[in-house]
């Protein structure tokens, strides 16, 4: 992939991002903040970041193209699972998907101020390099998915792939092992171009866009079956894109 060169416009339309990104979420941290405090409230806590989602994509005019092959009830609960190639994935995310869920992330995120309180608080973290942290971070996804909420997984486990648009393999166990374990479908989620949008820490206008996929059910198979499987949906989309707009 070829990098994106910026211009004045570019560098005036990326301060506008960001801009409206804080002031948003800053907007909406308290009201966020009281949810935390309540478990009973956390489900309006995830709306929330949903709502800032929705706001920041259209101020900032990445106006998000999105191709339901399935639309999840959003009464049911699901492993959302999908590409990392792009720091904005974890926003779109937020306004795509409109189950009550978590993310399923690493626990860098909680260095971030308010940000980082938040995630913790709604999301799950997981250190990696923490055998105990993984295995607690396991039986709060497990918890999870018994009470009814979906997970968001990306799971090559960041942004980790040396030849972008091509995922990191092989993928981390834990999205698979839940859904063998709890009997729960697995949607694939492509973010077919936010690695254009946003490669590195710089936004470039564009529509982001993403495909939610048929589920796929864990029944009869094994956790290297099923990383395959979503493998293939999520990367067949990617490629099918990249090949359109190799030469752009």
């Not at 699901?78 to 306004?95: C, P, R």
């Not at 938040?118 to 918890?143: E, G, W, Y």
């Not at 470039?204 to 290297?224: A, C, L, N, Y």
């Amino acid at each position: 992939m070829s990098p994106r060169k910026a211009n004045v416009l570019d560098y005036l339309y990326n301060a506008w991002c960001v801009f409206w990104l804080v002031v948003i979420f800053l907007a909406l941290f308290p009201f966020i903040f009281i949810c935390i405090q309540v478990k009973s409230l956390n489900r309006l806590g995830t709306k929330l970041t949903n709502f800032w989602a929705d706001i920041f994509f259209f101020i900032s005019g990445l106006w998000v193209k999105t191709e339901y092959r399935f639309h999840p009830d959003k009464k049911g609960h699901y492993i959302f699972v999908a590409n990392h190639f792009s720091y904005l994935d974890v926003a779109v995310g937020m306004k795509v998907v409109r189950n009550y869920f978590s993310y399923m992330g690493k626990s860098s995120v909680k260095k971030v101020p308010l940000l980082g309180y938040m995630f913790a608080k709604l999301h799950i973290q997981v250190d990696r390099s923490d055998k105990n942290s993984r295995t607690r971070s396991f039986k709060r996804s497990m918890k999870a998915l018994e009470e009814g909420r979906s997970l968001f997984i990306m799971p090559e486990g960041g942004i980790l792939s040396e030849i972008i648009p091509v995922m990191k393999q092989p993928f981390k166990d834990g999205a698979f092992v839940l859904a063998v374990e709890s009997k729960t479908p697995i949607v694939p989620v492509t973010f077919v171009n936010l690695y254009r949008i946003m490669p590195g820490s710089f936004i470039f206008w564009d529509s982001p866009r993403v495909i939610i996929h048929e589920p796929v059910s864990p029944e009869g198979k094994s956790t290297d079956e099923l990383k395959q499987e979503i493998y293939t949906i999520i990367q067949t989309e990617i490629d099918r894109y990249a090949d359109r707009h190799r030469n752009h």
